[in-house]
């Protein structure tokens, strides 16, 4: 099991901040802004590079679950970044598809 499946199964804890039967969002542990947030399917994909087409609805959905919290954690007018890091060049550490939401401060461009 990942270790997002285990804090979706309430295994370990997580500060959760939304859910539904799809998907699940809680907080960074290690936050690399002041809103760091993990928007996690329920279904395990390990990243983008393994997502089907069949996955197309949740695909979408996590990233309107993003808009929304975006509005609900108050950087909907300042401005945020949506990333997903996928294979080992862009620094993913967790094999489950998942998007961080970060905001609440400048954020540089281009990333390091
Ligand atoms: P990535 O590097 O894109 O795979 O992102 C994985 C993220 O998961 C990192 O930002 C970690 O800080 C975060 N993370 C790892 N373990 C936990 C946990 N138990 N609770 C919350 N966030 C976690």
Do not use: C
Not at 44 to 70: F, M
Not at 93 to 104: A, D, Q, R
């Amino acid at each position: 099991m990942t270790i997002f499946e285990k804090i979706a199964k309430r295994e370990i804890p997580a500060k959760i901040i939304w859910e539904d039967d799809d998907a699940i969002a809680f907080h960074d542990v290690n936050p690399q802004a002041p809103v760091h947030v993990l928007i996690v399917p329920k279904k395990v994909i390990p990243r983008l590079s393994d997502a089907k087409e069949s996955d197309r609805a949740i695909l979408g959905k996590l990233l309107l679950v993003a808009r929304d919290l975006a509005k609900k954690l108050g950087v909907e007018q300042s401005g945020y970044r949506v990333v997903i890091n996928s294979g080992p060049n862009a620094g993913e550490s967790v094999p489950h598809l998942h998007v961080h939401l970060l905001g609440k401060r400048a954020l540089a461009w281009p990333p390091g």
